[in-house]
């Protein structure tokens, strides 16, 4: 069975474990069928309030609070089983052996698992994305969740949520808010007492909100792989931007204007809010030394477009993230007008429309 019918499967099986999108009660139970063996699906989910700086490398912990929504579409499905006696990783992605720094991070991530765990087996880890290449949709939010879940449950250790998220995030930061449905906020977490408390404090848990109904229209003007990654520029920006420390501070204001903007279910809002924090922090990286610059002149072509749109009465705001892609909220139903639009701006670029997607979960062992 393909990964998107695994997921389908998810979604429509009852004999599968409940793992409600972006429900507060929701508690992920983590127990693998087969003793040593588990299959998990996570989306991938697009920052409205942006994560970008850390404060501390090793635990992943981030400089501000972000806040995403959780896409319907491109599920990763990460298998991971225990293997006595190998005595090494084995891992695939997308049916061919890992290799370097992706492969580093994954064999990395699962001593982390092992050392809670109390375990030594080595692990073979089989991941399949969806993402068509280069949509420029980040897969290591969704995979290190996926991840997260797979292996927690293969090496025995039950976890609830809030820990498979702060697992998640040792990972890959914006991973942590991949584990819920729907809106999800990823805290900081406190900076005045030991690493412990930090670490235990920075987690993600779903936002509650208002009714929005949202389509997120996804603009993929340039499907190539990008100059400086991610992990890169957020440190170079924190390290030489002057433009860093007013923006995080801003941050924080526009994160208690978006949880209020979601509480009304003012799409709007929350659009502009989401539009601004995005522009800010693309601005801090313009403002590095040197520059990391992911806007192009076609990403600016797009956010015209968007305008354009709103000229006309539409509410339509725009996000960017590390690349020149756009991702453009809206109205469900504005989302075709919008694809319409951005697609004629974006000149051949693939268009995607996502919805609010579900929370990460545990499949059964038949799928
Ligand atoms: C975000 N991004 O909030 C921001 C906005 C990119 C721009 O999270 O170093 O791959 O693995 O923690 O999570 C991309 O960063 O970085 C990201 P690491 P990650 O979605």
Not at 2 to 31: C, F, I, L, M, Y
Request: aromatic content about 4%; overall charge negative.
């Amino acid at each position: 069975m393909g990964a998107e019918q695994q997921a389908t499967a998810v979604r429509s099986d009852e004999s599968v474990r409940p793992a409600s999108a972006g429900s507060v009660q929701s508690v992920h139970s983590v127990r693998a069928d087969a003793p040593g063996t588990a299959t998990a699906v996570a989306h991938p989910n697009i920052a409205l309030i942006k994560y970008w700086g850390k404060r501390d490398e090793r635990l992943i912990l981030p400089r501000t609070d972000s806040l995403s929504m959780t896409l319907d579409i491109f599920p990763t499905t990460t298998r991971v089983r225990q293997a006595p006696g190998a005595d090494r990783d084995e891992v695939t992605l997308g049916g061919k052996p890992a290799e370097g720094d992706a492969r580093q991070r994954i064999v990395t991530f699962l001593d982390l698992v092992r050392e809670r765990a109390g375990a030594t087996h080595r692990a073979v880890v089989d991941t399949e994305n969806t993402v068509p290449t280069g949509a420029g949709l980040a897969s290591s939010a969704s995979g290190f969740a996926a991840l997260a879940v797979a292996a927690a449950a293969a090496y025995g250790l039950d976890l609830d949520a809030t820990a498979l998220s702060r697992l998640a995030r040792r990972g890959s930061g914006s991973a942590s808010r991949s584990l819920f449905g729907d809106f999800v906020v990823w805290h900081a977490g406190r900076e005045d007492g030991t690493e412990e408390e930090a670490d235990l404090s920075s987690y993600a848990e779903p936002v509650p909100t208002g009714p929005l109904d949202p389509a997120l229209v996804v603009a993929v003007v340039n499907a190539g792989p990008k100059d400086v990654s991610s992990r890169a520029a957020m440190r170079r920006t924190v390290d030489t931007s002057p433009l860093y420390e007013p923006w995080a501070r801003s941050s924080g204001d526009d994160l208690a204007d978006m949880r209020r903007a979601l509480g009304r279910g003012d799409l709007a809002a929350v659009g502009e809010i989401a539009e601004r924090n995005a522009l800010g922090m693309h601005a801090t990286m313009l403002a590095a030394r040197p520059a990391v610059r992911y806007l192009s002149p076609a990403t600016l072509t797009v956010l015209d477009a968007v305008l354009g749109l709103r000229r006309d009465g539409v509410a339509a705001y725009a996000t960017m993230d590390a690349g020149p892609n756009v991702k453009v909220l809206c109205r469900n139903a504005d989302a075709d007008r919008v694809a319409d639009v951005v697609r004629a701006a974006a000149q051949g670029g693939a268009i995607h429309v996502a919805r609010p997607g579900p929370a990460a979960q545990l499949l059964d062992e038949d799928g």
